[in-house]
Each structure stands twice: as C-alpha cells, then as structure tokens.
C-alpha cells in the first residue's frame, strides 16, 4: 500500500500531508507515531467520566495531533467535540450529540489504526 493509497483509507488528505511533511518518507514515519498518541483514549476515558474539562482538552489535543497528519476524518469530529465543550460554550454543548459524535469517532478512529498498523507492518 503507498502511502496516498493509506490516506485515502483513512480518511485523510494526502496533498494536505505532503504539503506540510514534505515527503512519503516522513508522512510514513509520523503516521506511524500516531499509534503511540494517547488521546483518544483520554477523550473517551473523560466521555465516560462526563468530564467535561477533560472532554475538551483531550478532543483538542486529538484534533491537534490529527490536523498535523492531515487524518480530516478523525480531525473534523475531534474539532466537533471541542469546540461543543469549549469553556464558555454551554448553549452548543446543551445541543451537541456527544453519544452519535463519539459513535462516528469511534468507527473512523478504529479503521484508521487498523489502517496504519497494516501499513506498518504491526
């Protein structure tokens, strides 16, 4: 699998990538690194808590660490979740579908490691 071939499985915007990464070489070897990145586990270990402080540091982090790598299915959910439980937003939080956010997160957060390890060889 090339590497335009991951970012089209995952969801991600290969362009955006090598824009900001320069090469396959590198794209590959930072890609990578996100199966070692620990906030979506955060995220859903706040959701489970009803943490809301937690909830927006860990989906801002997430949408952070996605948005570098380019990985727009996974970023544009996290920045969902942030901005709904951003200080100050209490009146799109009291509307946000966090259950069917985190749901879609989910799906889209699993098919992309699946994605990674494979090509990854781990």
Known sequence: MTVQE???NIGGNY???SKRL????????FIVKFLTDTSYEKLTEAVGNNDEKGIFEASHALKGVTANLAITSIAEIA???TEAYRPGNEA???TFDLAGNMSRLAEVYD???AEIKSF???
Do not use: F, P, T
């Not at 320069?22 to 070897?29: C, F, G, K, V």
């Open 6 to 8: 991951l970012y089209s």
């Open 15 to 17: 362009q955006e990538a």
């Open 22 to 29: 320069m090469n396959d070489s590198l794209i590959s070897r």
């Open 79 to 81: 920045g969902a979740v």
């Open 92 to 94: 799109q939080r009291a």
């Open 111 to 113: 098919r992309a490691v």
């Open 120 to 122: 990854s060889g781990k």
